[in-house]
Each structure stands twice: as C-alpha cells, then as structure tokens.
C-alpha cells in the first residue's frame, strides 16, 4: 500500500502543537484593518487552537501529521 499524501494547503497553514492539536492563523487580517475594531486586531495577533469538529475533518488531510 502506498503511503498517503499530505494536502499542501494545509501543511501551508496549519501546524501541530507538542500535544497533538491543531494549530492556525487568524482569518481576515490582511487588509482593510482601518474599519476593524483595535479589540479585533489585538485579540487576532498569532495563532489560534483549531477547534475539535474541524480537527477531525482536517486530519483526513493530514494522515501523517504536519
């Protein structure tokens, strides 16, 4: 049997933490933060733990790991 691959979006995006949970970026920080509230943009710094349900789905993306 083949090894699986891994999808190079999400190797892209996303890493594992020591523990074994998903790790991301914040969403929508690119540009036009001049209408963002300062509270968005602060609480939006680093990264963020992937919730459960979406950890689920995204490691049939990732057999092996990131």
Known sequence: MP???TKSAVKKR???TGTGK???NVACKRHGLIKRPQKMKRQARGT???SDG???RL???MPYGV
């Open 3 to 5: 090894k699986m691959k």
């Open 14 to 16: 996303f890493s594992m």
């Open 22 to 24: 998903l790790k991301g």
């Open 48 to 50: 963020f733990l992937i």
């Open 54 to 56: 979406d950890c689920k």
């Open 59 to 61: 490691t049939t993306f």
